[in-house]
């Protein structure tokens, strides 16, 4: 690599398609020849021609993407920054109207629940980002029927049992945690907080949960392992398998350097799902609302979510389980396991687990909550003694309150996970924002099994809930979610909701 000194007048000549330079983090970089390749189209590449594009670039590039993608000869220095004019940044209506959100942003502790999180950072997030973490797959139709399905179970406690000490301590692949929930992989943190994923870690150290980090995350893998808390605090890793094995392999050794404790291998997303909300606000972002601009006939439509995933191997297959369990000691769990028969089949591979998961709604929609498939689940592993602790099943999706976690766990699953909600808290309030959000659970969860009967986790039995309706496919009256999620609107908008913008008054 070149340590040349460049002047950022000179990069600033470098501005069109024909020769179009970047500064990302000091750094000079000659894109021209990228600009056709780029997955997120070469128009908003061009927005940044000849200037600094760190700002843009941070939140959907995870640490390393431009050495991944460019030859090392088109590094071509550092930029002098005392040749770097200090340029005003372009203020929007939008940001505007952000700041005055969060001016006025309610107290943390008026916020009573999960769904809270969700109103708040809806004010407080930009456009992009509120699509890229709120959209589900098509009609989103299975995103809120993660949450519905928890409605279609109710309890049955049982009374005059000693319930003075409540313990709701559990252990997810031999790991301690404090709560049978973990917080799940959601990509690209930075959208909603400079400090990205970081802002999970602390709070699950702080609160003993553990967390499972994306391959995608917009921090560097060994940023969020350096920001855990305390040396015993227990971290996951979510895999992407990339198509050049290679590549997987290493960051697979890195996880098992860095001392992470299960491995979690992505098996829903050999294609990622449509998240119309995400296409939308795209076409708007790059100034074209036009599909086939002629000048710039990229594919845009997967959103940020394309920008980032395009090295994800559709070919994987259960064959490469084999290779993937060669190359490590960690416990391997399939995430996005949504029949009976493939849990079977991992638990006969000898794997450790699964999670019954459709990616938080974002890949097929009209797939089953994974609450509902737990039943299943339970039910033929039972039938071949498969049942036992040594292949844990976990539930994520729509997870919203304790008592959803309390209904998995009774059920037969060691712990459920949880997404959005936590992704929400820190946007608005950064890792306090996610302490309290446990802390909510952990009230909700102390109550609920005092008034369920089962002082620990062991004494939550299947007979404690009523599972009978939970395969019906009912619309299910008005509930929390219902009313929080954000309705889905037509291609050309709707009068009082414009296509892809956030909800606040611009
Ligand atoms: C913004 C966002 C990004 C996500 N990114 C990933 C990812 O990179 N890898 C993955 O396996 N799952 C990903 N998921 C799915 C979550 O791990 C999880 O399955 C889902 O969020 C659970 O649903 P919930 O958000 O309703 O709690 C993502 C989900 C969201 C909302």
Known sequence: MSGKLLNAEEVAKHNSEQSCHVIVHGKVYDVTEFLPDHPGGKGIILKYAGKDATEAYDPIHPPGTLEENLAPEKYLGEVDQSTLKKEEKEVTEEDKQIAKNKENLPMLSQCLNLYDFEVVARQVLKGTAWAYYSSGADDEVTMRENNTAFGRIWFRPRILRDVSNIDFSTSLLGQKSKMPIYITATALGKLGHPDGEKNLTIAAGKEGL???????????????????????????????????????????????????????????????????????????????????????????????????????????????????????????????VQTWEDAVRAAEMGLSGVVLSNHGGRQLDFSRSGIEILGEVVRELKARKLFSPMFQLFVDGGVRRASDALKAVAMGATAVGIGRPFLYAYSAYGPEGVQHAIQLLKAEMEMNMRLIGAPTLKDLVPEMVDTRALNQHVVFPETSANTVYERMSTAVGSPDEPVGKPVVKL
Not at 252 to 274: H, M, N, S, W, Y
Not at 277 to 299: A, C, L, P, Y
């Open 210 to 336: 553990i967390q499972m980090i994306p391959t995608l995350a917009s921090c560097s893998f060994d940023e969020i392992c350096d920001a855990r808390v305390h040396e015993q605090q227990v971290q996951f890793f979510q895999l992407y398998v990339n198509s050049n094995r290679a590549v997987t392999e290493k960051i697979i050794r890195r996880a098992e350097e860095r001392g992470v404790k299960g491995l979690f291998v992505t098996v829903d997303a050999p294609q990622l799902g449509r998240r119309e909300k995400d296409m939308r606000i795209k076409f708007e972002d790059t100034g074209s609302r036009v599909q086939n601009d002629s000048k710039d006939d990229v594919d845009r439509s997967q959103g940020a979510a394309r920008a980032i995933s395009s090295f994800i191997d559709p070919s994987l297959s259960w064959d490469d389980l084999h290779w993937l369990r060669s190359v490590t000691r960690m416990p391997i769990v399939l995430k996005g």
